[in-house]
């Protein structure tokens, strides 16, 4: 049908002028849908292409935060690990007592941290869960480690033997440990590198 509408326009005796106020009365909302399509899909595209990818994701779970010091940790991290593509970002959440819980436990399942530093209380949850990478760092004492009784080896550190968490009020006095299902070990050996420690990734 719209073919015919169309061929009937064009080879009807109209003014050019007239002939494309037909179609445009015609194809006007057939137009504007278009566009608005065409525009959509393409900050859609867009927004894909420049999205940023986690080169690197540190989360620190605790009952008190200091939330500016969180980009300043960002930026440092950024330092240490520098980007190899233009969208590659380094995380960094600090994530207080509250409904940013449900996230972290989400992004903690889809192995999207490579880091996490939690107190006590929040240790004691996950220390016998089976999530953790079993670890060991050059230099540490036997007294800087966790290993609760179902680990054959370490899966935690006093945060404070690390120097870059040791400055930070908020990661200081917490507990570091490495997610099992992270996906980014090779930058996980690389930021331990740089902090002056070669690291052991155990598997069972």
Do not use: C
């Not at 006007?28 to 849908?33: A, M, P």
Request: aromatic share 14%; proline share 6%.
């Amino acid at each position: 049908m719209a073919q015919t509408k169309v061929k009937e326009i064009l080879n009807s005796d109209d003014s050019n002028k007239d002939k494309l106020g037909y179609l445009w009365d015609y194809y006007k909302w057939h137009t504007v849908v278009f566009i608005i399509v065409l525009i959509f899909s393409g900050i859609m595209i867009n927004d894909y292409i420049n999205r940023p990818i986690g080169q690197f994701h540190v989360a620190a779970l605790a009952p008190e935060v200091n939330m500016e010091e969180e980009g300043a940790l960002a930026e440092d991290l950024t330092e240490l690990i520098p980007p190899e593509g233009p969208n590659d970002t380094v995380f960094v959440s600090f994530i207080p007592p509250g409904r940013q819980y449900e996230r972290f436990v989400a992004q903690f399942s889809n192995g999207e941290y490579d880091i996490v530093l939690m107190d006590e209380d929040f240790y004691k949850q996950y220390s016998d869960s089976g999530a953790m990478q079993q670890f060991r760092l050059s230099g540490i004492d036997e007294e800087s480690y966790y290993q609760p009784d179902i680990y054959d080896n370490p899966i935690g550190v006093e945060a404070s033997q690390i120097p870059q968490f040791e400055q930070y009020e908020t990661t200081n006095d917490l507990i570091m440990m490495i997610p099992g299902n992270t996906q980014r070990p090779e930058t996980i050996v690389e930021f331990f590198e740089t902090q002056g420690f070669e690291i052991e990734l155990i598997n069972d």
